[in-house]
């Protein structure tokens, strides 16, 4: 079997709670797949034993992703979940748009969590508060700590995909701008 996806979504990690299941197999650290909270941990195709009986290996693969991000909500939602490498995007960015999706969705859980009175759309404003809540950082540290809480759940959980048709309708656009830019090519 192999497993594939987008970077930083848990490859790795099913293979070793695969493996953790079956008492046979020595799954210490050295003899597991390599995790980590930033894509491209895993930086070559790896088999790992999973199963003794029936014998079973699962192969490891790094994350892939389409060589070009067609449109800016695309490029955020990956910055966003981790997918894409932070500074790629910048980081003031990519927390304002985080912001705004907690927001959209009703999301709230991020006032709490970082003591404000009431839900904000101004990121100056929450970053004011981790300040207080993590101590003396500067902001670029904040804006980090903002995304590390939003990844990990601290500050609720949220799908950056929209309705299942429009996502499908958006999908079918870029790929025809896709076909549109290749028959040009084709043709030069």
Known sequence: MMIGGIPNVGKSTIINTLRKKESDIDTN??????VGA????TRSIMGFKVLASPLTYVIDTPGIIQP???SNEDGMRLCAVGSIRDGIIEHDFTCEY??????RHKIRKYVQFYGL???TDRLDVVLNKIKEK??????????IAFMKDFREGKLGRVTFDQ????????REKILEEIRLLE???AMN
């Not at 930033?38 to 941990?41: K, N, Q, S």
């Not at 985080?98 to 927001?103: D, F």
């Not at 309705?163 to 958006?170: I, K, Q, S, T």
Request: aromatic fraction near 2%; include cysteine; charge should be positive.
């Open 29 to 34: 650290r050295k003899n597991s797949a390599r």
């Open 117 to 119: 009175k009431e839900p």
């Open 134 to 143: 993590y101590g003396r950082l500067s902001e670029h540290n904040c804006l």
């Open 163 to 170: 309705n299942p048709r429009v996502e499908a309708v958006r």
């Open 68 to 70: 070009k991000i067609h």
């Open 98 to 103: 985080i912001l705004c999706a907690l927001n």
């Open 38 to 41: 930033v894509p491209c941990i």
């Open 183 to 185: 028959a040009e090519e």
